[in-house]
């Protein structure tokens, strides 16, 4: 409800990068060095704000929509709602007390590529979708990694590293302010998103976005060798399908990075097997001979896999399935009898049970009648098992949840104006209607220990219950936060919206009434008085509230036309022009 000024840093690339490219950790050095840390610092402050704004990630959510247009394919669009909620619930992370929580979209490009913009919004090509086949093991790995560039905000640094290379930089005044309408100009800011990664997100921090993907899809149930499989796929799409030569710059070695700061997909593949092998105790490996896979525990041979007629990628993929299932259940137990090997109902050896990451390496395992086989070698695995590889599992596990625990208590423990900023961007998702956003956002604000106004996010959280559907739990919260302070104007206004979503539009105007006592200048006051006497049919009344938000707002925008034409008839007018022009212009793109 309230305004926020921010700065977007656009790019109009001039010169040329230097050859080497430095991580982003260790850029604030080199900049240094080359007498540019302020300018690096500056783009960092202002990509982080930007990063931190959720007026900005929905508007930006909103142009991506409107420029590359929406997945007209449904299935595309369930498929990865579907993975990117099961690792936004799922899986194990922590957001730091600037990121915001994660919004994405599948829009209508059929480049095979996904994007993390630095306000975790993102854009998903309905081109990576097809180009993984729908494989959900795959694109939940992609996702992943754009999620860990998110958490571990690469993009923002990378923004500012193009800035400090000096690559002609402006800075262009925004107001994102979801209400009077948001300045981000799409199209620089996509060839920002475009270059800065292409040229600055170095391959150091590609591996460690790898590394993080890998653990945070494991976590959120899928299969460890989905990684693996993606990089694989990815190479034989580079190679074999694409027919654009500018969509990826491909290795010929991989030890040249020439003309790419990503590192080859087949030494991705390779780490990315790694650690799916260590996430098992090193006990399940991989092993490529000539055009067959093998798959090995503690050297038995298992599982040779070659391609099938139709899909040339298939002896990687089903070979990194059938391991990865291994490697999670020697992750996740302790002993053999966890494995529940028994004879299922066509008398083969069946093992594990119905979760998604074992699907694969199950039905492999019917297929090919492996079940005694695999009792055999995993029971032989846990005999021979030193103590040690069990203590390291548990260990790394350890560790990695000491690392997310660190970054949960910096969040909660964030400066009062940190804390704050929490709280309006749960504000902002309600303007929204994103009451899901809004509710995530404000339980991290209010497990801030800093936070300042505490019944102000009751009140939000009783808002954002509202447009979720829970109106008994709204007001609960909106009236406890007006109990715990009645002289906040916002508290009121959030009860009154909470009341008018029920219904109640006489108890929402006497609150609104409330609210004007405390501060008669408020327009949003006055427009939500606005908006329910139209309702009522009370159009006189209606009119007169409307007229008093627009003398004190200045912003047409918020006026319903039909009210505008009687208070500003000339305004109205240029607004009606400038909607039927832009969807004009919409429709020659679309036509184009």
């Known amino acids: 409800m309230k305004k926020i000024f921010i ?17 982003a950790d260790a850029w604030a050095v080199a900049a240094e060095a080359l007498g540019v840390l302020a300018a690096y610092q500056s783009t960092l402050r202002e990509m982080l704000a930007l990063g931190n704004n959720a007026n900005a990630q ?21 498929l990865v709602d579907s993975i990117m909620t099961r690792l936004v619930d799922g899986g194990r992370y922590e957001l730091r007390a600037n990121s915001l929580p994660f919004v ?14 630095p306000m975790n919004y993102i854009s998903v090509n309905r081109g990576l979708v097809r180009g993984l086949n729908g494989d959900e093991n795959q694109i939940a790995a992609v996702l992943a990694h754009e999620m860990t560039h998110g958490i571990e905000q690469h993009s923002a640094k990378s923004y500012a590293q193009a800035v400090a290379q000096q690559l002609g930089a402006m800075v262009v005044g925004m107001n994102v302010d979801g209400k009077n309408g948001v300045d981000i100009d799409w199209n620089k800011f996509a060839g920002m998103v475009d270059y800065s990664i292409a040229k600055n997100i170095s391959v150091p921090v590609e591996y460690a976005a790898d590394e993080g993907g890998f653990y ?5 149930g899928f299969n460890p060798g989905g990684g693996a499989a993606a990089m694989n796929r990815l190479g034989y799409y580079v190679r074999y399908e694409t027919r654009d030569f500018l969509e990826f710059d491909a290795h010929d070695t991989p030890s040249d990075q ?35 896979y093998k798959v090995f525990v503690d050297g038995i041979e298992l599982f040779y896999s070659l391609n099938t007629d139709d899909d040339p990628t298939s002896a990687a993929v089903n070979a990194y399935y059938f391991a990865g299932g ?22 083969q050896t069946d093992f594990l049970t119905d979760d998604f990451a074992y699907r694969e390496v199950r039905a492999l395992s019917t297929m090919y009648n492996l079940g005694d086989k695999v009792q055999a070698a995993v029971t032989m695995a846990y005999r021979d098992e030193a103590p040690v590889t069990r203590q390291k599992i548990r260990d790394d596990d350890k560790e990695r949840a000491k690392f997310w625990a660190k970054i949960k208590s910096d969040a909660d423990n964030a400066k009062a104006k ?11 998702y309600n303007d929204y209607g994103q009451g899901e956003l809004a509710l995530k956002q404000i339980e991290r604000a209010l497990a801030a220990k800093n936070q300042d106004n505490f019944a102000e996010c009751l009140s939000i959280r009783g808002r954002a219950k509202a ?39 006489d108890l929402a105007l006497a609150d609104v009434d409330r609210a004007l006592a405390v501060d008669e200048k408020n327009p949003i006051a006055y427009k939500l008085q606005g908006d329910i006497f139209d309702e009522q049919g009370k159009t006189d009344a209606a009119e007169a509230a409307y007229r008093k938000c627009y003398e004190l707002s200045k912003n047409p925008r918020i006026i319903p036309l039909t009210y505008l034409d009687k208070i500003d008839a000339k305004t109205a007018d240029k607004i009606r022009k400038a909607d039927e022009k832009a969807k004009e212009e919409k429709k020659s793109d679309d036509n184009a």
């Open 7 to 23: 700065a977007l840093l656009a790019l109009v690339v001039t010169l040329t990068l230097p050859a080497q490219v430095l991580a």
């Open 58 to 78: 929905m508007e930006v959510r909103k142009q991506d929509r409107e420029k590359n247009g929406v997945d007209k394919n449904p299935r595309d669009v369930a």
């Open 104 to 117: 994405w979209s599948v829009n209508d490009s059929e480049k095979f590529n996904a994007a993390c913009f």
């Open 216 to 220: 945070l899809m494991t976590n959120a």
């Open 258 to 292: 020439t003309f790419s700061d990503h590192p080859d997909t087949e030494n991705r593949e390779a780490k990315l097997l790694e650690m799916m092998s260590a996430y098992g105790g090193g006990h399940v490996k991989v092993v490529k001979e000539g055009r067959a």
């Open 326 to 347: 291994l490697s999670k259940a020697f992750h996740d137990y302790d002993d053999v009898a966890a494995w529940n090997f028994r004879r299922g109902a066509t008398n």
């Open 418 to 428: 940190a804390a704050a900023q929490m709280r309006v961007n749960a504000d902002a």
């Open 467 to 505: 447009i979720c559907g829970d109106y008994d739990g709204a007001l609960a919260d909106t009236n406890a936060a007006v109990e715990q302070d009645p002289k906040n104007l916002y508290n009121f206004l959030n009860r009154a919206d909470v009341r008018h979503m029920r219904g109640e539009l």
